[in-house]
Nanobody, 122 residues
């Protein structure tokens, strides 16, 4: 059974940093595009970053580029997200996910976690 479970998250002040981690099981990261998406109340899912199964390059959403960075340990089927210079607009539930392509990460993932809440507030 494919499963992805996140850890981390919480409350952080604007300008602060936070790390998220994700452990996958039941499938191999190398066989999929993997990454993170987020969803804030009243908004649709937004792709944060995705590592493509085609070229293994990381593609970041415009809102987080240069502030967020992804890391992957394919041997351990784990990945993480380091977030810095956080803004109130970064407040959302963050989920790690796998898909057959980055274009499908938010609309049709093959596996995804329930996601921890990240709240950026004073």
């Amino acid at each position: 059974q494919e499963q992805m479970v996140e850890s981390g998250g919480g409350l952080v002040q604007p300008g602060g940093s936070l790390r998220l981690s994700c452990a996958g099981s039941g499938f191999r990261f190398d066989d999929y595009s993997i990454g993170w998406f987020r969803q804030a109340p009243g908004r649709t899912r937004e792709a944060v970053v995705c590592i493509s199964s085609d070229d293994r390059l990381a593609y970041y959403g415009g809102a987080v580029k240069d502030r967020f960075s992804i890391w992957v340990d394919a041997a351990k089927n784990s990945l993480g997200l380091h977030m810095k210079d956080l803004l109130a607009d970064d407040t959302a539930v963050y989920s790690c996910a796998a898909a057959h392509s980055c274009h499908l990460l938010t609309s049709d993932p093959t596996s995804w976690g329930q996601g921890p809440q990240v709240t950026v507030s004073t």
